[in-house]
């Protein structure tokens, strides 16, 4: 099974909200979720992660549903730089992560 | 500038040429970490270390090797490289991983692209 279920691709007009969907439902209960991007072929760039609470920072906001089955990263304007593939990632084992597909967010202008 | 390095950043080489691909962080990090990128499959962890002599198998450890013998340095080596591990390989690396996590956030370095012809 899938650790993590995300979109392989989307679409997002430039200064509008992108909202990427990560379905986690096997995580564990002081797992925390953790979203990265990259861009081209750069290495991952780290974005936010949250436990529970949503959790804001300059670069997005993440919006942890109540049972913590899944969750939302939102990018409130994006720009034509935030075309990138983004992973929500969780742990597998205590040591161990799974980072999946990703999806690869286009920002149209 | 806190950093993860790795070398080299590309390599053609032939099917069986042992080679090693440094990786190197200066944030006095405890985990360390390889993982590969490959067309439709994402990033899969090869090997993983929690500190200095301890490593284990990630998803995909058949045909490498890693070694820490220091906590700065995680280099991989591919005793006998193959064209399936032809691949984007990146270095990650964090404070630490613990059952209470919080200083997971894991830093890449710029990633080495390897050709096994």
């Known amino acids: 099974d899938a650790k993590t279920t995300q979109p392989p691709s989307m679409d997002c007009a430039e200064g509008r909200a992108a909202n990427l969907p990560c379905n986690h439902s096997?995580?564990?209960?002081?797992?925390?979720v953790y979203w990265y991007r990259q861009i081209h072929s750069q290495g991952p760039q780290y974005i936010i992660h949250?436990?529970?609470n949503n959790e804001t920072n300059e670069m997005a906001s993440l919006i942890i549903t109540e049972d913590r089955k899944s969750s939302t990263l939102i990018l409130p304007h994006a720009t034509l730089r935030d075309t990138a593939v983004y992973y929500c990632i969780v742990r597998v084992t205590g040591n161990q992560f799974y980072f999946g597909t990703g999806t690869s967010l286009t920002v149209i202008p | 500038e806190a950093q993860v390095t790795q070398n080299p950043r590309y390599l053609i080489t032939v099917t069986g040429k042992k080679l090693t691909v440094t990786c190197s962080q200066n944030m006095n990090h405890e985990y360390m970490s390889w993982y590969r990128q490959d067309p439709g499959l994402g990033l899969r962890q090869i090997y993983y270390?929690?500190?200095?002599?301890?490593?284990d198998k990630g998803d995909v450890p058949e045909g490498y090797k890693v070694s820490r013998k220091e906590k700065r340095n995680f280099p991989l080596i591919l005793e006998s490289p193959s064209p399936n591990q032809t691949s984007l390989y990146f270095c990650?690396?964090?404070?630490?991983?613990?059952?209470?996590?919080?200083?997971?956030?894991?830093?890449f370095g710029p990633g080495t692209r390897l050709t096994v012809l």
């Open positions: 270390s929690m500190n200095v002599e301890v490593t």
């Open positions: 949250g436990l529970k």
């Open positions: 990650a690396s964090s404070l630490r991983t613990s059952v209470s996590p919080g200083e997971d956030t894991q830093y």
């Open positions: 096997t995580i564990s209960g002081n797992e925390y």
